[in-house]
């Protein structure tokens, strides 16, 4: 589906080092346009690295990049004049009111007077801030300042849009907002760069996700691709009868039954054809079930056992 | 009709105008980088004029000597604390996060720095207008016609720029906003250490040694020199040399701290 489109990001063997410790150690991304891209992994695996260097903020020590069809190496202005970035770290003055802050992005943007004024205005409506226009950021409330911050990066128009973990520390309300927000963008075009903590943002939010850990990615894909790269799926077979239960224990190796609550769990990684061959089975064997549920491992399994416990590294490698 | 060139400037005045308002929005600042010379002028006039004016030796010596003594000595002191405010000014900045987003944007990459230095120049012009406002209104009497007047403001003018640079290079150095106004604290205590308040000649050896080479005496003593006629000698001639030496350094080391990969 997104196979078609141009690239909006192309970065190869892309590497940094601080003195001893390797940050980036070689990672290749692409990213179809109008598509999210969602980088995970947890603190200190490299992802703001990769939006600093992605973002013209600091130098790789090695690889290549192309954004929106500008080189990093050679255009780095070109790359500027199309991207927005929002980090982790509020990015408004906090001495200017919200409205000056847009103003000033928009003069910065070279806007003439009264396109700057209209796009501040639209701006202001759109993301709710009116009331609070007149008003310095450092009374508003985390949620308006990120809010914001998001504003501020629009002002320019950008192709393509860098988000370091733009909801850290926010409310569930105003992250729905944000997601809102980016779903917005990405239907009007716009290519998202998304970098999080929370493997829910990036299941709601991303086309592709790639798990970056110590420097490198070690799986990439659809949220649904990676919660099956891992084992733990299984089937749940649902019982009434605890002779039934018995009858189907004995039907399928290395099935693992739960007597107390009458269910027999069959590990499955949930495709259609492994799905399919259960149900002949039941259906040959004739045995009654009365429901049947498939368990994929959640983000948070793959998240686990890709990056954080050492003793199922071996599943990676 | 867009070239780099009319990009940059149009740039460095959005930062200006940035700068100019984060000013008045934040006025304790500015109120008080412009009130300490001017206390320093009115205590040093009023409550060690009388003895340091006979201390100066001259025919009369007395407090309205001591306040022509004074004055060219306050100038530089307006100088340096209100570049001061230059360094916490750029220090702020660079802990605030918005620098790392004018550095992914497409916009000339000097413009925040200048609207910083334009900026503080500015300020410290105003600053010296008052300063040199209330010294005339207690008894300041130059001798100095227009050209001296124009001299001595131009070289201040330049002293101030080169300054101006040095402390964005201390902002930009500074570990956080709290220290950003440990370096240029010692600016503000040079012309102490140097020819300001009180002839290089009454101090020990040392001292003196240090009083007469640093580079606001010099200064000082060209300044002097042009409004009050006392003898300038090669003092014009070091004091453009230092006021040269330190801009051109300042400008490289604040460009190359700058260009350096962003704290966070």
Not at chain 1, 246 to 259: C, E, L, N, Q, W
Not at chain 1, 290 to 300: E, K
Request: hydrophobic letters at 45%; proline letters at 4%; a negative charge.
């Amino acid at each position: 589906m997104t196979l078609d489109r141009p690239t909006a990001i192309a970065a190869t063997g892309l590497r940094k080092s601080y003195g001893e410790l390797t940050v980036l150690d070689g990672i290749d991304i692409t990213v179809p346009e109008a598509t999210v891209f969602s980088l995970l992994g947890p603190n200190g695996a490299g992802k703001t690295t990769t939006v600093q260097i992605l973002s013209t903020l600091i130098q790789g020590d090695g690889g290549s990049v192309r954004v929106a069809g500008h080189d990093l190496g050679t255009d780095a202005d070109g790359v500027r004049g199309a991207i927005g970035v929002t980090g982790q770290f509020s990015a408004v003055d906090n001495l200017l009111t919200g409205e000056e802050n847009l103003l000033l992005m928009a003069d910065l943007h070279h806007l003439d007077r009264r396109e700057g004024r209209l796009r501040t205005a639209e701006l202001l409506e759109r993301f709710d801030l009116v009331d609070a226009a007149k008003k310095p950021p450092s009374l508003y409330s985390g949620g308006m300042r990120r809010k914001l911050d998001l504003a501020m990066t629009l002002v320019g128009d950008p192709k393509v849009i860098f988000l370091d973990e733009p909801t850290t520390g926010l409310d569930p309300r105003t992250r729905r907002t944000m997601w809102a927000a980016i779903r917005e963008l990405v239907a009007g075009g716009v290519t998202i760069f998304l970098t999080t903590q929370y493997l829910e943002e990036a299941d709601e939010l991303a086309d592709r996700i790639a798990l970056l850990d110590h420097g490198k990615l070690v799986a990439e894909g659809t949220s649904d691709e990676l919660k099956r790269l891992i084992p733990g799926g299984h089937l749940r077979l649902q019982f009434t009868d605890p002779a039934e239960l018995d009858h189907a224990a004995r039907a399928f190796a290395g099935s693992t039954r739960d007597d107390a609550a009458l269910a027999l769990q069959i590990p499955s990684d949930g495709d259609v054809h492994s799905l399919r061959a259960v149900l002949d089975h039941l259906d040959v064997a004739s045995i009654e079930v009365a429901s049947l549920t498939v368990h994929t491992p959640d983000l948070d399994d793959v998240f686990l056992a890709l990056t954080g416990r050492p003793a199922e590294k071996e599943i990676v490698r | 009709m867009s070239t780099p060139l009319t990009l940059a400037a149009r740039d460095s005045r959005t930062m200006l105008r940035r700068n100019m308002r984060r000013w008045v929005r934040y006025p304790a600042m500015t109120v008080q980088l412009i009130g300490i010379p001017v206390i320093f002028l009115l205590m040093f006039a009023y409550v060690f004029g009388e003895t340091l004016g006979a201390g100066l030796g001259g025919p009369a010596g007395d407090r309205d000597d001591y306040i022509n003594y004074l004055v060219p000595g306050i100038i530089l002191m307006t100088v340096s604390a209100s570049v001061q405010g230059t360094a916490i000014s750029v220090a702020m900045d660079m802990y605030e996060g918005i620098i790392a987003r004018f550095r992914t944007m497409a916009i000339s990459r000097g413009a925040v720095l200048t609207g910083h230095v334009i900026g503080s120049f500015l300020q410290t012009l105003a600053g010296l207008a008052i300063v040199i406002g209330v010294s005339l209104l207690i008894g300041f009497r130059t001798n100095g016609n227009v050209a001296e007047w124009a001299a001595a403001i131009g070289l201040i003018c330049l002293f101030s720029i080169a300054l101006t640079w040095l402390a964005v290079a201390f902002g930009l150095k500074a570990k956080s906003v709290e220290t950003a106004s440990n370096l240029p604290t010692l600016l503000v205590l040079l012309p102490f250490l140097g020819s300001g308040f009180v002839p290089t000649d009454s101090m020990p050896a040392g001292l003196r040694w240090f009083a007469e080479y640093q580079p606001f005496s010099p200064v000082i003593e060209t300044v002097r020199g042009l409004l009050l006629g006392t003898a300038i000698g090669n003092d014009a001639v070091i004091a453009l040399a230092w006021t040269a030496a330190i801009g051109i350094v300042s400008y490289f080391w604040a460009l190359k701290l700058f260009r350096r990969p962003p704290v966070r």
